[in-house]
């Protein structure tokens, strides 16, 4: 129940991260912010790092490097609803992946957890129309959060959490340097203030978390947690955007809801199976 708790947690951390970039992008590049917050990350990353694993952590950055890229860069190109339904797919591509990478299947609770995860995803987006090249890349937005999830599940039973960190960042700063190439650099307070918050807390905080505690419960457990982070995103929409949801997107977010409940039932219920065992 603590890994669960700790995976919710930045899930809350995560969900800020959308009305403040609303507040603080307005004129800025997308991309320029990314690379400065995955440099922030990088930097303050190695005052807690003493061990460094490159082959590991070069691949989670290059994966979390570019799902950050096709994220950013597919929101400038299609409604921001479309865009959270289309990056929430990550959540039933996680089994997937994690079928094939490390054998592990759905099974109990959530069963009925991961069909409740995208249809709640759909009516909390309000329902999408049409198929453009930002929702082309939001999609593949989603395959590659996907794909990080498990790699970092993988790569935390072999190496120390904290080893995995700055090579990761430095290589998701650099892929999103390259991106801004050719865009304004100038930094305001406001800006910088903004992405130091994004660097250490939805970042780097939250990435060692996730290496933490996802081994504990699994990738499909971790992937119904996470959308949380929808839940909580809207709920700060509403409080500091004074966005108004439907009762179609309200149903969805209580079926989200249902869903995160379903994961923790599968986590308690393999408890009890042991214990009977």
């Given at each position: 129940m603590k890994a669960i708790l700790y995976l919710l947690m930045i899930t809350l951390i995560w969900g800020t991260t959308f009305p403040l970039q609303?507040?603080?992008?307005?004129?800025?590049?997308?991309?320029?912010?990314?690379?400065?917050?995955?440099?922030?990350?990088?930097?303050?990353?190695?005052?807690?790092?003493?061990?460094?694993?490159?082959?590991?952590?070069?691949?989670?950055?290059?994966?979390?490097?570019f799902a950050y890229l096709t994220q950013t860069w597919g929101i400038t190109l299609t409604t921001a609803s479309k865009?959270?339904?289309?990056?929430?797919?990550?959540?039933?591509?996680?089994?997937?992946?994690?079928?094939?990478i490390e054998g592990e299947r759905i099974k109990g609770f959530q069963k009925i957890g991961f069909p409740l995860a995208f249809f709640g995803s759909y009516l909390l987006a309000g329902g999408i129309e049409g198929l453009n090249l930002?929702?082309?890349?939001?999609?593949?937005?989603?395959?590659?959060?996907?794909?990080h999830i498990v790699l970092i599940t993988r790569a935390s039973k072999k190496h120390d959490e904290m080893s995995l960190l700055s090579?990761?960042?430095?290589?998701?700063?650099?892929?999103?340097?390259?991106?801004?190439?050719?865009?304004?650099?100038?930094?305001?307070?406001?800006?910088?203030?903004?992405?130091?918050?994004?660097?250490?807390?939805?970042?780097?905080i939250a990435l060692i978390v996730q290496l933490k505690y996802?081994?504990?419960v699994g990738n499909n457990v971790t992937a119904?947690?996470?959308?949380?982070?929808?839940?909580?995103?809207?709920?700060?929409?509403?409080?500091?955007?004074?966005?108004?949801?439907?009762?179609?997107?309200?149903?969805?977010a209580f079926l989200l809801i249902a869903a995160i409940l379903f994961a923790s039932l599968e986590k308690n219920h393999d408890k009890i199976k042991k214990r009977l065992e």
């Open positions: 609303k507040f603080v992008l307005a004129g800025y590049s997308p991309f320029v912010f990314n690379a400065i917050r995955f440099w922030l990350a990088a930097f303050f990353s190695l005052f807690f790092t003493r061990k460094h694993v490159f082959k590991d952590a070069l691949l989670l950055g290059i994966v979390f490097g865009s959270g339904f289309l990056t929430s797919l990550y959540i039933v591509i996680v089994p997937i992946f994690a079928f094939f930002g929702d082309i890349l939001n999609i593949i937005c989603g395959i590659l959060f996907a794909l090579v990761q960042f430095m290589t998701a700063a650099i892929i999103n340097s390259f991106a801004s190439i050719g865009s304004d650099w100038t930094i305001s307070l406001p800006l910088l203030s903004s992405a130091v918050y994004l660097a250490l807390f939805p970042t780097m996802q081994k504990k119904l947690i996470f959308l949380g982070e929808p839940v909580f995103s809207t709920l700060f929409a509403i409080l500091f955007l004074q966005e108004q949801l439907s009762l179609i997107q309200w149903t969805g």
